[in-house]
């Protein structure tokens, strides 16, 4: 009830288009999804977070669609550049209080030029 | 805003000697610090969460006397590998959260820790 699953394991996506990657979970407690983004060598940066209050989050190029009732949300990226070319880990906070996050397994994009 | 700096980014060391890693949060002030644990092309595996001032929480499955938490001040948390093995080598990452629990967590860019 704690996982967060998330698809899928690996992405390549054309130069100007959109990758989507999605992720579900189970505890209807959680009430904190971020998404991170992981370059090789290098620690999570936070991408875009929403709460569960809200159907959709845009910041630029990224947004994340919520599904409540489904519990799923998805992070579509618009545009993807090579740049994009990450790891992009999708998460959830514990309640109560958020103490922990639990993360996706991971999706790793490319984007070709 | 919301730097956490991580030292060091790189160890090499012979078995058995322990290794300090730091995690300091620049710009602001951390309540709580998270110490996970990444295998390459797998997720981060949360190890243990420390407020400052308390004992560290470790996750199931974790040896505490193996890997020791301080969490001293609220800018300093450390990570200390004692008797470190090779199989403990691994990408160890810190993250750091201020004020209310459902802030983002922060990450360091991580220490590779290569045990000969």
């Known amino acids: 009830q704690q996982q967060v699953k998330q698809s899928p394991q690996s992405l390549i996506v054309q130069k100007g288009g959109i990758s989507i990657i999605n992720c579900a979970y189970e505890n209807t407690a959680f009430d904190y999804f971020p998404w991170y983004q992981q370059f090789p060598g290098k620690g999570p940066a936070l991408l875009i977070a929403?709460?569960?209050?809200?159907s959709e989050k845009k910041e630029g190029r990224f947004t994340i669609s919520f599904n409540k009732s489904a519990k799923q949300f998805s992070l579509h990226i618009m545009d993807s550049q090579p740049g994009d070319s990450a790891t992009y880990f999708c998460a959830a906070s514990v309640p109560p209080g958020g103490f922990k996050t639990i993360f996706g397994a991971g999706t790793r994009l490319f984007v070709k030029a | 805003g919301a730097v956490v700096s991580q030292h060091p980014s790189w160890v090499i060391c012979k078995s058995g000697t322990s290794v300090k890693i730091e995690c300091r949060s620049l710009d602001f002030q951390a309540t709580t610090m998270f110490w996970y644990r990444q295998f390459p092309k797998q997720s981060l595996m949360l190890m243990a969460t420390?407020?400052?001032?308390?004992?560290?929480?470790?996750e199931q499955g974790v040896e505490k006397d193996k890997f020791l938490i301080n969490h001293a001040s609220l800018t300093l948390s450390t990570l200390t590998v004692t008797s470190a093995h090779p199989e403990d080598s691994s990408f160890y990452i810190c993250?750091?959260?201020?004020?209310?629990?459902?802030?983002?967590?922060?990450f360091g860019d991580g220490t590779r820790l290569s045990i000969l």
């Open positions: 929403i709460r569960p209050d809200v």
């Open positions: 420390s407020n400052e001032g308390s004992k560290a929480t470790y």
């Open positions: 993250s750091a959260r201020r004020g209310q629990p459902n802030q983002p967590q922060h």
